[in-house]
C-alpha cells in the first residue's frame, strides 16, 4: 500500500490493527502460549469471541477484507488461499457489503494498534 509520507495510514485515524490473519478462524490454531503479533494467547482467546458476537452477520474472513478494502488507499486486496474453497469464500467476502461506521467502530474499539515493525531499519 503506497501512503504519502507523513500521512496516516488509513482514514480511520490510526495504523492498521487487523494483520497477519488475526481474524481468521483458525487464528487460535496459529497462536502459541506467546500470542500472536501484539496479542498473548488469552487476549485472543478473549478478543475473536467478541468480534464474532459484535459483527455476528459476518464471517471473519469478510470482516478482515472489508476491513482492508474500507480504506481509501487500497484499491485491492489479495489474500492467501491454500484452497479452491477459501479462494471462493474470499471472493465473496470481497463482494459483500463495506463495513459501516459502527461495525468499523467496534473494530477500532476492540483491537490494539499493530505497528508492524520487522523490516525496517
Known amino acids: ?3 504519502p509520507f507523513g500521512q496516516q495510514t488509513d482514514q480511520h485515524d490510526r495504523p492498521w ?7 481468521s478462524e483458525k487464528m487460535l490454531e496459529k497462536a502459541n502460549e506467546d500470542g500472536y503479533l501484539d496479542y498473548s494467547y488469552h487476549e485472543l482467546k478473549d478478543l475473536l469471541p467478541q468480534i464474532k458476537d459484535k459483527l455476528s452477520d459476518r464471517k471473519l474472513n469478510e470482516t478482515a477484507i472489508q ?3 474500507s480504506h481509501q488507499s487500497v484499491a485491492t486486496v489479495v489474500p492467501g488461499a491454500s ?3 477459501q479462494l471462493r469464500d474470499n471472493c465473496q467476502a470481497a463482494n459483500s457489503p ?5 461495525e ?7 483491537t ?3 505497528k508492524y515493525e520487522s523490516h525496517r531499519n
Open 1 to 3: 500500500m503506497a501512503v
Open 67 to 69: 476491513y482492508v478494502l
Open 104 to 110: 468499523l467502530d467496534i473494530l477500532k474499539r476492540l
Open 112 to 114: 490494539k494498534v499493530n
Open 98 to 102: 463495506s463495513l459501516s461506521k459502527t
Open 17 to 23: 490493527p487487523l494483520a497477519k490473519g488475526l481474524l
Open 83 to 85: 484452497s479452491v474453497q
